[in-house]
Nanobody, 123 residues
């Protein structure tokens, strides 16, 4: 049925880059906004970035806004997160989410989540 599958995580040194992918399948609604969330050990899950279905709206958490770029290719049902200048504090399990609501002052997570892909930044 409905499924989100993340990939692209791994280990990098501080200052390095990774590109995460999330591929959706089995969804009847193909015009949904999507987003990335992350959760570090001992911390709550937090919003990272979101993108509207047509890519006209892109939102970022302030801590990553100058380093990460969210994009999507609807022909492939895939969303991406290009992460540059990675920092140790970016280490977390990164989750894909869909049916996201992008408001003027808040982002509301949707009901569907992927299994997560691990990003580890260390020396």
């Amino acid at each position: 049925q409905e499924q989100l599958v993340e990939s692209g995580g791994g280990w990098v040194q501080p200052g390095g880059s990774l590109r995460l992918s999330c591929t959706a399948s089995g969804f009847t609604n193909t015009n949904a906004a999507m987003g990335w969330y992350r959760q570090a050990p001992g911390k709550e899950r937090e919003f990272v970035a979101a993108i509207s279905w047509d890519s006209t709206i892109r939102r970022y958490q302030a801590a990553v806004s100058n380093r990460f770029t969210i994009s999507r290719d609807n022909s492939k049902n895939t969303m991406y997160l290009q992460m540059d200048s990675l920092k140790i504090e970016d280490t977390a399990l990164y989750y894909c989410n869909t049916d996201v609501e992008i408001g003027e002052s808040a982002i509301t997570a949707g009901r569907y989540w992927g299994q997560g892909t691990q990003v580890t930044v260390s020396s």
